[in-house]
């Protein structure tokens, strides 16, 4: 009987993490996730919970060597976590959020992956990391194009090892937190039907499949990848987007 795999997921209390512990879950993994708050409502049986603020880094390396010795060694690291605007610097908190902790959590695991099977890192990016989006602040998008990067760099640096190191970038997604509000939007719901490809949103759900096959055995010969998972709207030129917008 093989050894079930063991994924660690940063930020998979709440949002798109929690959906792809689920599915992950579901799938027959051992699921660790790390957030600070603990899950409301409780996660479901085969999730364990470790509560970690990442910004502490001096802790950082204690609650990872806690996940693996409870765990077992891993399998499947993906890194979800967002930083959310709060009193104080945005910038230094992206950056702390986004890449600091990110950096530190891979280098703290690098040698704790399990000697056989899976053995992958997948990032959550977003298509902020090459295109303004004016939403969101310049913290975000710096610390996301960085993230792309240190994906690659990692996925140098790690191939020797065989860990593969992947990115997935998605556009806005629908999670169980603000269906409500995009369902009750008909502006927007307009606007995505004229303007993806594929008319309309994306699901936490598609981005859990996608990060599940970058890190699982179907892509073992795929390290270094951002996979956009935004219904092709990336694909659609300005101008043509406002005459969409516009008709
Ligand atoms: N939602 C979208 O439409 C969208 C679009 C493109 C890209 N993305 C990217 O997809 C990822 C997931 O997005 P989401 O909207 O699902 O996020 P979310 O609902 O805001 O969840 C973020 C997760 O990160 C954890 N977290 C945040 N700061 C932390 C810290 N300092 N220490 C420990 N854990 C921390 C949160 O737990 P606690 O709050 O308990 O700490 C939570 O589990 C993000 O990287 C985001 O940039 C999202």
Redesign the pocket.
């Given at each position: 009987m093989p050894k079930k795999n063991h994924s660690l997921i940063?930020?998979?209390?709440?949002?798109?993490?929690?959906v792809l512990a689920g599915h992950l879950a579901k799938a027959g993994h051992r699921v660790s996730?790390?957030?600070?708050?603990e899950p409301s409502p409780k996660l479901p049986r085969g999730i364990h919970f470790f509560s970690?603020?990442?910004?502490q880094t001096d802790k950082l390396p204690e609650v990872l060597g806690e996940v693996v010795r409870i765990g077992g060694s891993l399998s499947r690291l993906v890194c979800?976590?967002?930083?959310?605007v709060a009193p104080g610097d945005a910038w230094l908190g992206e950056v702390a959020?986004?890449l600091t902790?990110t950096k530190i959590v891979i280098e703290s695991l690098a040698e704790k992956f399990a000697a056989h099977g899976d053995r992958s890192i997948v990032l959550?990016?977003?298509?902020?990391a090459h295109l303004v989006a004016s939403e969101q602040g310049p913290g975000?998008h710096v610390a996301?194009a960085g993230l792309n990067q240190l994906a690659r760099y990692y996925a140098v640096i790690l191939g020797p090892k065989n860990i593969r190191v992947n990115v997935v970038?998605?556009?806005?997604?629908l999670?169980p937190?603000?269906r409500d509000f995009y369902r009750g939007a008909e502006s927007l719901q307009t606007m995505f039907r004229k303007t993806v490809p594929l008319g309309r949103m994306g699901t936490?759900q598609e981005v859990a499949s996608v990060i599940d096959f970058l890190g699982g055995p179907a892509a073992s010969f795929v390290t270094g990848q951002t996979l956009l998972v935004d219904g092709g709207v990336n694909l659609v030129a300005p101008e043509t987007l406002a005459r969409l917008l516009a008709g």
């Open positions: 940063i930020g998979g209390t709440r949002g798109m993490g929690r996730v790390i957030g600070r708050r970690a603020d990442l910004t979800l976590q967002r930083f959310k959020t986004t902790a959550v990016s977003s298509v902020a975000y996301k970038s998605p556009g806005t997604v999670k937190e603000n936490a």
